[in-house]
C-alpha cells in the first residue's frame, strides 16, 4: 500500500468511529475539513473567477491550516491516542477559523460556489454531517442505515486489493444515495449545484 493510500486510510479510520468531538449521535459537527485545500486548487479559483488579491488570501490561509492537517508522516508514527483529542481540537478549531475567513474573503456567490465544489468531491460521505442531514431532514433511521453503511465501507477497503478500493468506496456512495428519497435525493442535487469536474493544477511558484 502507498503513502497517499495509507493515508487515506488513516483518514477513514478517524471518521469512521462515532465521533467524540461531535453532538449528534451517528453525525459528525464540525468544520467542513477540506473546505481551504478545495479553494486553494487553482482550477476551483478560475471557476469563482476570484482577484488576485481573494487568491493571495487564500493561498495565505491554506498555508495555516495545512500544518494541523494528517500527513503520510503521521500513518508512519502510527496513532498515538493519548495525543489524538488535543491534535484533533487543535485541527478543528484551525478549520473552524478558517471557515469564517473564508466567508469573508470570498463573495456570497463565491462562497456558495466554493461548497457545492468542496460538497461534490466529498460525495455521499456528506451525509453524515449534522448540517447536511439537517438540510436533507433525514430521519433516524436513515442515519443510522448511512452509517453503518459507510462503517462498513472502511472495514472493506482495509482488505480490498488496491484496484477494488475505489470500487468498494463508490458502491458505498451508491448505497447511502439509494437510502434517500425521491425528495432528499433531488435536494441532494441542488445543493450539489452545477458539476464541476476538479483538475489539479499546480500553483506557480
Known amino acids: 500500500m502507498g503513502r497517499s493510500e495509507s493515508l487515506l486510510a488513516f483518514v477513514l479510520t478517524l471518521v469512521a468511529v462515532p465521533s467524540a468531538f461531535g453532538q449528534t449521535p451517528g453525525l459528525r459537527d464540525g468544520p467542513r475539513y477540506g473546505l481551504a485545500r478545495t479553494a486553494h486548487n487553482r482550477?476551483?479559483?478560475?471557476?469563482?473567477?476570484?482577484?488576485?488579491?481573494?487568491?493571495?488570501?487564500?493561498?495565505?490561509?491554506?498555508?495555516?491550516?495545512?500544518?494541523?492537517?494528517?500527513?503520510?508522516?503521521?500513518?508512519?508514527?502510527?496513532?498515538?491516542?493519548?495525543?489524538?483529542?488535543?491534535?484533533?481540537?487543535?485541527?478543528?478549531?484551525?478549520?473552524?477559523?478558517?471557515?469564517?475567513?473564508?466567508?469573508?474573503?470570498?463573495?456570497?456567490?463565491?462562497?456558495?460556489?466554493?461548497?457545492?465544489?468542496?460538497?461534490?468531491?466529498?460525495?455521499?460521505?456528506?451525509?453524515?454531517?449534522?448540517?447536511?442531514?439537517?438540510?436533507?431532514?433525514?430521519?433516524?433511521?436513515?442515519?443510522?442505515?448511512?452509517?453503518?453503511?459507510?462503517?462498513?465501507?472502511?472495514?472493506?477497503?482495509?482488505?480490498?486489493?488496491p484496484r477494488e478500493k475505489v470500487k468498494t468506496t463508490e458502491a458505498a456512495k451508491a448505497q447511502m444515495l439509494a437510502a434517500l428519497t425521491e425528495e432528499q435525493q433531488a435536494k441532494w442535487k441542488e445543493m450539489l449545484g452545477e458539476r464541476f469536474d476538479l483538475r489539479f493544477r499546480p500553483s506557480p511558484d
Do not use: C
Open 43 to 161: 482550477a476551483v479559483q478560475d471557476e469563482l473567477d476570484l482577484s488576485a488579491e481573494q487568491i493571495e488570501g487564500i493561498d495565505s490561509l491554506y498555508e495555516e491550516i495545512k500544518v494541523t492537517d494528517w500527513t503520510p508522516e503521521d500513518v508512519d508514527k502510527g496513532v498515538d491516542m493519548e495525543n489524538l483529542r488535543e491534535r484533533q481540537k487543535l485541527r478543528q478549531e484551525s478549520h473552524e477559523k478558517g471557515e469564517k475567513r473564508l466567508a469573508a474573503i470570498l463573495s456570497p456567490r463565491q462562497f456558495v460556489r466554493l461548497n457545492q465544489i468542496w460538497l461534490q468531491q466529498l460525495g455521499a460521505f456528506a451525509l453524515r454531517r449534522a448540517d447536511i442531514a439537517a438540510q436533507l431532514e433525514l430521519t433516524d433511521e436513515q442515519i443510522q442505515k448511512i452509517v453503518k453503511i459507510e462503517r462498513q465501507s472502511v472495514k472493506d477497503r482495509r482488505t480490498a486489493a
